[in-house]
């Protein structure tokens, strides 16, 4: 499932891919207002699938740190405001879920982003994260919508 859902370049929040359209991907806003879009060639779209953060030993997908985050806040919102969080807490934060992840490499906007997207997807109720790894030869067109 974390194929489908994408994040846009230059656009705030998160996109379920609804269809393909003719150059386009139709994406549908995942927030109260279902707002539909088409994203084209020319937008950096990526699927959650496709993000993973760097550790010391190797990168982790996005689906285990989302898991790890539910884990810790019990399936809740997230528990630290981002926008006012500093460097230190949103490290200190982000240690607590991923205790090796790659100080050098992890920028403070790369967990704000993360617990952004992370209250965006509870908010939905797209809260089951181990449904959303990717499998392998998994293939988007194949899928059918739930």
């Not at 704000?112 to 809260?127: C, E, N, V």
């Amino acid at each position: 499932m974390l194929e489908t859902i994408l994040a846009i370049a230059g656009k705030p929040g998160l996109y379920k891919l609804v269809s393909r359209g003719n150059r386009s991907l139709i994406v549908e806003s995942i927030d109260d207002k279902h707002h539909r879009m088409p994203a084209f060639a020319t937008d950096r779209v990526i699927s959650l699938a496709d993000i993973a953060m760097y550790s010391d030993t190797e990168e982790v997908p996005l689906a285990d740190i989302l898991t790890s985050m539910k884990e810790k806040e019990k399936g809740a919102v997230c528990s630290l405001d981002c926008k006012k969080a500093s460097k230190e807490q949103l490290f200190d934060y982000f240690a607590e879920i991923l205790p090796n992840f790659d100080r050098d490499r992890v920028h403070p906007s790369d967990v704000k982003k993360l617990i952004q997207w992370y209250d965006i997807l509870i908010g939905a109720g797209l809260d089951d994260f181990s449904k959303m790894a990717p499998t392998e030869g998994d293939n988007i067109d194949d899928r059918k919508e739930k």
